[in-house]
């Protein structure tokens, strides 16, 4: 899944465990023989559910709603499949770099398992750097990404629930962030351009080029401020902590000019090529919000729904990431600060944003399934039998999604030197 997320996962575990303590549905798949009658045999006795394996239900006699729920349960399932590829993808990039166990790292998706393997293995790893550089750690600060949904996504997923949107009510409908589009005329605001595209602004990621203030890492130009702990106004072999004017390769809290690994925000000059956030003289095309897309008149089901059916569409830029060495110098901890730079955003978008956005959807469709016995008991033995591959879904889906965001949380611990493998 693209996420193109001092305590993190604490911070983010909790609504994904609320997800099966807020459905009664959830306790247990056991809850499907309590069925009165014939019902209940009849999801003991029955097949299984080849349906949910396609995600196409449409030949299941059972009404809208009940349907809805089937898929958004299945898409729910796809989604933590693939949002643990990308975690061990991610982990593994960052192990092969550390020269982590490579069996470990070569793990496939089980439910979190294989996450937590593969992420284990690299915080083992930087726990041995670590230590080996006298286990003073390193400062590491991370900040929150923004993820952006897609509003035009959303409102024909809309348009089957019959509440269409209209642009009027898409700001009020932003709840938490703001309405951003691409404009083909003036831009007056704020202008955010893609990770790599020519910056002059504030930088997410790591900026390469020069930084007027707050800079942290490698600096080919003149230094101003200190170098590996020391004052200086010029060449720095080591970790600049200031200011550089040229062929920076680092943090950057100031103004970035030059390229930007994640996303830019900069403040418009009439065009803008990316994102404008703000007012638009020309025509708004592709609107996105960085908060949750909430409309009113659209109902909980709905909106779960089709958090879900678009999450594939909801891009989270990468956190910024600042990283200084607190051990002594070694070579092996150049190699770990420069591989974090590159792979620690990757890993805290899964963690702060993308598992954060899947957990809230799972969380609004898991609630559903209190209502929905009744309406599959009417489509007969099949249906609910595929009522209990939904429930069992969903429950796995829950416990995987809290695995990794665990997998996720503890390299980032790792490396403040708090956290060990496993998390």
Same mark, same amino acid.
């Given at each position: 899944?693209?996420?193109?997320?001092?305590?993190?996962?604490?911070?983010?575990?909790?609504?994904?465990?609320?997800?099966?303590?807020?459905?009664?549905?959830?306790?247990?798949?056991?809850?499907?023989?309590?069925?009165?009658?014939?019902?209940?045999?009849?999801?003991?006795?029955?097949?299984?559910?080849?349906?949910?394996?396609?995600?196409?239900?449409?030949?299941?006699?059972?009404?809208?709603?009940?349907?809805?729920?089937?898929?958004?349960?299945?898409?729910?399932?796809?989604?933590?499949?693939?949002?643990?590829?990308?975690?061990?993808?991610?982990?593994?990039?960052?192990?092969?770099?550390?020269?982590?166990?490579?069996?470990?790292?070569?793990?496939?998706?089980?439910?979190?398992?294989?996450?937590?393997?593969?992420?284990?293995?690299?915080?083992?790893?930087?726990?041995?750097?670590?230590?080996?550089?006298?286990?003073?750690?390193?400062?590491?600060?991370?900040?929150?990404?923004?993820?952006?949904?897609?509003?035009?996504?959303?409102?024909?997923?809309?348009?089957?629930?019959?509440?269409?949107?209209?642009?009027?009510?898409?700001?009020?409908?932003?709840?938490?962030?703001?309405?951003?589009?691409?404009?083909?005329?003036?831009?007056? /605001?704020? &202008?955010?351009?893609?990770?790599? =595209?020519?910056?002059? %602004? @504030? #930088?997410? $990621?790591? +900026?390469? *080029? !020069?930084?007027?203030?707050?800079?942290?890492?490698?600096?080919?130009?003149?230094?101003?401020?200190?170098?590996?702990?020391?004052?200086?106004?010029?060449?720095?072999? /080591?970790? &600049?902590?200031?200011?550089?004017? =040229?062929?920076?390769? %680092? @943090? #950057?809290? $100031?103004? +970035?000019? *030059? !390229?930007?690994?994640?996303?830019?925000?900069?403040?418009?000059?009439?065009?803008?090529?990316?994102?404008?956030?703000?007012?638009?003289?020309?025509?708004?095309?592709?609107?996105? &919000?960085?908060?949750?897309?909430?409309?009113?008149?659209?109902?909980?089901?709905?909106?779960?729904?089709?958090?879900?059916?678009?999450?594939?569409?909801?891009?989270?830029?990468?956190?910024?990431?600042?990283?200084?060495?607190?051990?002594?110098?070694?070579?092996?901890?150049?190699?770990?600060?420069?591989?974090?730079?590159?792979?620690?955003?990757?890993?805290?978008?899964?963690?702060?944003?993308?598992?954060?956005?899947?957990?809230?959807?799972?969380?609004?469709?898991?609630?559903?399934?209190?209502?929905?016995?009744?309406?599959?008991?009417?489509?007969?033995?099949?249906?609910?039998?595929?009522?209990?591959?939904?429930?069992?879904?969903?429950?796995?889906?829950?416990?995987?999604?809290?695995?990794?965001?665990?997998?996720?949380?503890?390299?980032?611990?790792?490396?403040?030197?708090?956290?060990?493998?496993?998390?």
């Amino acid at each position: 899944m693209p996420v193109r997320h001092p305590m993190f996962w604490k911070r983010f575990a909790a609504p994904f465990a609320l997800i099966a303590l807020g459905s009664p549905m959830l306790g247990s798949c056991a809850q499907l023989k309590g069925l009165p009658g014939p019902a209940g045999d009849l999801a003991d006795a029955a097949g299984g559910c080849d349906e949910f394996a396609s995600g196409n239900f449409g030949d299941l006699k059972i009404d809208t709603n009940a349907k809805g729920f089937l898929k958004a349960s299945h898409d729910f399932k796809k989604l933590t499949v693939d949002l643990e590829a990308d975690l061990i993808a991610s982990c593994k990039e960052l192990g092969n770099a550390i020269g982590a166990d490579e069996k470990a790292l070569d793990t496939n998706p089980d439910n979190g398992e294989g996450a937590r393997r593969a992420c284990g293995a690299v915080s083992a790893k930087i726990d041995a750097i670590l230590t080996a550089s006298g286990g003073g750690g390193l400062d590491v600060q991370i900040s929150n990404p923004k993820c952006y949904a897609d509003i035009e996504a959303l409102n024909k997923c809309f348009a089957k629930c019959g509440a269409v949107i209209s642009p009027g009510e898409f700001k009020a409908s932003c709840k938490g962030g703001e309405i951003s589009a691409k404009c083909d005329g003036s831009c007056s /605001g704020t &202008c955010r351009v893609e990770a790599g =595209a020519d910056c002059k %602004g @504030s #930088c997410s $990621g790591s +900026c390469s *080029g !020069s930084c007027e203030a707050g800079f942290s890492g490698k600096c080919g130009g003149n230094c101003d401020g200190t170098c590996d702990g020391k004052n200086t106004k010029g060449k720095c072999a /080591g970790t &600049c902590d200031g200011k550089c004017d =040229a062929k920076a390769e %680092g @943090s #950057c809290k $100031g103004t +970035c000019s *030059g !390229s930007c690994s994640a996303s830019c925000e900069m403040k418009a000059q009439a065009e803008c090529k990316g994102q404008c956030e703000g007012e638009c003289t020309g025509k708004a095309e592709a609107p996105k &919000c960085s908060g949750e897309f909430e409309p009113p008149k659209v109902d909980l089901a709905c909106r779960s729904n089709c958090s879900l059916e678009t999450m594939g569409d909801v891009k989270c830029d990468p956190p910024g990431v600042t990283l200084r060495a607190k051990g002594k110098a070694s070579a092996d901890l150049d190699k770990l600060i420069a591989a974090l730079r590159v792979s620690l955003p990757k890993i805290a978008a899964i963690q702060l944003g993308a598992a954060e956005k899947l957990g809230k959807a799972g969380a609004g469709v898991a609630a559903q399934g209190q209502g929905m016995v009744s309406a599959a008991s009417s489509g007969g033995a099949k249906a609910l039998v595929c009522l209990k591959a939904a429930i069992q879904a969903n429950l796995e889906a829950t416990a995987s999604v809290n695995v990794n965001v665990k997998a996720s949380a503890s390299v980032s611990g790792s490396a403040k030197g708090q956290a060990k493998a496993g998390g």
